[in-house]
């Protein structure tokens, strides 16, 4: 069973996330803020971190910063997940080693789930 | 007279009157005698006594009366002629009078009937004409040396002002060069002042590409010293590490640059720009003015911070609805009846339109800020249109539209392009043309392209847009009435938005429209090979 860690402050998204990722068989794992993310990537070892960015305690974007200069984790892709999308924000993401930029009002959970099948297949 | 006397006597006694007869005819020639008498009392002379021819013994005594008469009146004569010349000389006064005052107008009148006076006021009159043509000599050699004076004092006169003119003139000359002088001194000081002063660095470069000058703002923002620098060769600056920054970017030949940005040193970034001084259309050297940009550098950090959050906040519980509705409707959160997911459906395209406001209103602050045109990159135009209309496919179907697209039969050229935002500007002209187009009508999509841009238009047989508002169509907010009686929801800023994005492609945009009939929105853009594009 493939593993997503899900980094989100907000309740009602994990909840959705969650059930729609469930129901599509994955194993998922959630944390509340960047610094529990960082944590729990090295403890879970997903195969892929969904992220949002502004998030209590540590940023999303350094929570990718960290996880691409750890040589243990740096191979995990990270799909971002996120309300906010200027350019100089997606180019930042994807110059850190973020695979891809999700909007939220653009996007929805099916699409979000075909975003991880593409990355991880299911 | 005796002699008559005596003949009286002897009348008388030879006729031998009587005494009485003779007293009374004496009485009678005296009483005769009386009234003339009377009047010679009174000295009236002018009659004499008649002497009867008849000598008698009275004769002699009426011959003595009327010679005594006579004297009495030649005694007369002499008073009047006294008087009479007394009143000729009173009749010269005021010609006299006059003279004396040096009037010689006026001359006497000689009577023609010449008398004693004639000589005198012939006289007279020969020293009045005498004075006369003295005094008009005189006049007139007045006159004459007044004119000559008058002559000569205009002549002095005329002389002096052109001697005070020449004067004035002269001074006039060396204010006007002393001010000159001093005009370019203060004009030179005030030059220098602004040079020394000046909140932007600036470097003066010659032609020979070295540093003529250096304002005390560039010696503090490159840490060099004027005494040290003016007069090198721009080239020569490197070795002072902010300076080398500049030299680097200006490079040997005194490149143009327009508003390059250099970080000098954390929290101090400028703005960098050549102005080729010239005089007269020569070049005589390059001007760089280094401006500070920090503050707005920290600004625009900010504000891409603002919008970030505040796109955030704004986004998040409409992303939440958005997420939770799109599951209910997906069947992941239980079943739901028809009813229900009819109202969910209803809810759920409220909360797009939300969204999609929020981000048009995201997209006009990015507009404003200046910056919203992002990495553009060589595009085939065909594919964006061709996207964006197969993604509008089932709304054409639902609102019973036929959509027609006439893809190009060829492959265009390149346009440069931010395709997220060129996808929002076709985006924005069929839905525009979805809502404005009533069941039953068509949408012509079309592609073209004449070497030099390339050009999309999208047709509508729908409401058209009335005439007096057609020149506002592209202003912010601004919806035509008839537009806004068949749909209350639009913003107001898609057109904006596209005229905005098109024009910072340095394309055209524009359209075609009769109310009532349809309307056609175009732009064009410019190949990449053709045209300038983006810079």
């Known amino acids: 069973m493939k593993k997503i860690l899900l980094i989100e402050d907000e309740e009602i998204m994990i909840d959705l996330l969650q059930k729609k990722l469930i129901s599509e068989g994955y194993d998922v794992s959630v944390a509340r803020d960047g610094e ?35 040589p243990d984790l740096k191979n995990i892709p990270i799909i971002v997940i996120s309300n906010s999308g200027q350019p100089v924000e997606i180019d930042r993401a994807q110059r ?12 929805d959970p099916q699409e979000v789930i075909e975003k991880v099948k593409k990355q991880i297949g299911k | 007279m005796k002699e008559k006397s005596k003949n009286y006597k002897k009348t008388n006694s030879k006729n031998g009157k009587s005494l009485e007869e003779y007293k009374k005819q004496v009485a009678e020639r005296l009483s005769q005698l009386t009234p003339i008498l009377q009047r010679v009392s009174m000295g009236d002379f002018s009659e004499n006594i008649v002497v009867p021819e008849k000598e008698d013994e009275f004769t002699e005594l009426i011959v003595s009366l009327n010679l005594m008469v006579d004297d009495l009146r030649g005694f007369k004569g002499l008073e009047e002629y006294k008087k009479q010349t007394a009143e000729r000389f009173s009749q010269l006064t005021p010609i006299l009078q006059k003279v004396a005052v040096g009037d010689f107008s006026e001359n006497v009148v000689i009577p023609e009937k010449e008398d004693e006076f004639t000589e005198l006021l012939a006289s007279i009159n020969l020293m009045v004409d005498d004075l006369k043509e003295f005094t ?20 002095l006169k005329r002389r002096t ?68 620098v003016e007069g090198k060769k721009i080239v020569d600056l490197s070795v002072y590490p902010f300076a080398k920054l500049i030299v680097d970017l200006l490079g040997e030949e005194i490149k143009e640059v327009f508003r390059q ?44 911070e603002f919008v970030s959050l505040s796109a955030h906040q704004l986004r998040t519980p409409l992303s939440a609805i958005k997420w939770t509705l799109k599951m209910l409707l997906d069947g992941d959160l239980g079943k739901i009846t028809d009813e229900q997911r009819s109202f969910i459906e209803k809810t759920y395209i409220s909360n797009e339109r939300m969204i999609n406001l929020i981000n048009d209103l995201l997209n006009v602050t990015r507009i404003e800020e200046g910056k919203y045109i992002y990495k553009p990159q060589p595009t085939q135009l065909e594919n964006v249109v061709q996207f964006v209309v197969n993604s509008y496919k089932d709304e054409f179907a639902k609102k019973n539209l036929k959509c027609i697209f006439n893809e190009p039969t060829e492959k265009f050229p390149l346009v440069k392009i931010d395709v997220e935002k060129i996808r929002l500007v076709v985006q924005n002209f069929i839905e525009n043309a979805l809502r404005y187009t009533p069941a039953g009508g068509e949408v012509t999509i079309s592609l073209k392209c004449d070497k030099r841009e390339v050009e999309v238009s999208v047709h509508d047989t729908g409401l058209g847009i009335p005439v007096d508002q057609q020149e506002r169509i592209f202003t912010k907010f601004f919806r035509a009435t008839n ?46 090979l053709s045209g300038e594009g983006l810079v």
């Open chain 2, 261 to 304: 940005e250099i970080e000098i040193k954390k929290d101090l970034v400028l703005e960098a720009t050549t102005i080729p001084m010239t005089q007269s259309d020569e070049k005589f050297g390059t001007l760089v003015i280094l401006h500070d940009i920090t503050r707005e550098k920290l600004i625009e950090k900010m504000k891409t």
């Open chain 2, 161 to 228: 002002d052109e001697l005070e003119n020449s004067r004035r003139a002269l001074v006039n000359m060396i204010e006007d060069v002393s001010e000159s002088r001093e005009k370019i001194e203060e004009e030179k000081n005030k030059t220098l002042a602004i040079i020394t002063n000046f909140s932007d660095g600036l470097l003066v470069i010659d032609l020979q590409g070295k540093l003529s000058l250096i304002n005390p703002q560039a010696e503090k923002t490159l840490e060099v010293r004027a005494k040290n």
């Open chain 1, 36 to 70: 529990e993310g960082l944590k729990k990537v090295r403890e879970v070892k997903p195969d892929i971190v969904l992220s949002d960015i502004i998030m209590p305690k540590k940023g999303g974007f350094e929570v990718i910063e960290e996880i691409k200069k750890d």
């Open chain 1, 96 to 107: 850190l080693g973020a695979c891809d930029w999700l909007i939220k009002t653009e996007f």
């Open chain 2, 136 to 155: 008009e000599m005189q006049k007139k050699a007045k006159e004459e040396v007044e004119k000559k004076v008058t002559e000569r004092t205009k002549e």
């Open chain 2, 483 to 528: 537009a806004m009686r068949v749909d209350t929801e639009g913003s107001g800023l898609g057109l904006f938005i596209s005229k905005n994005i098109i024009d910072a492609h340095n394309g055209r945009i524009w359209f075609k429209s009769e109310e009532g009939k349809g309307t056609t929105f175009s732009f064009a853009l410019p190949c990449v």
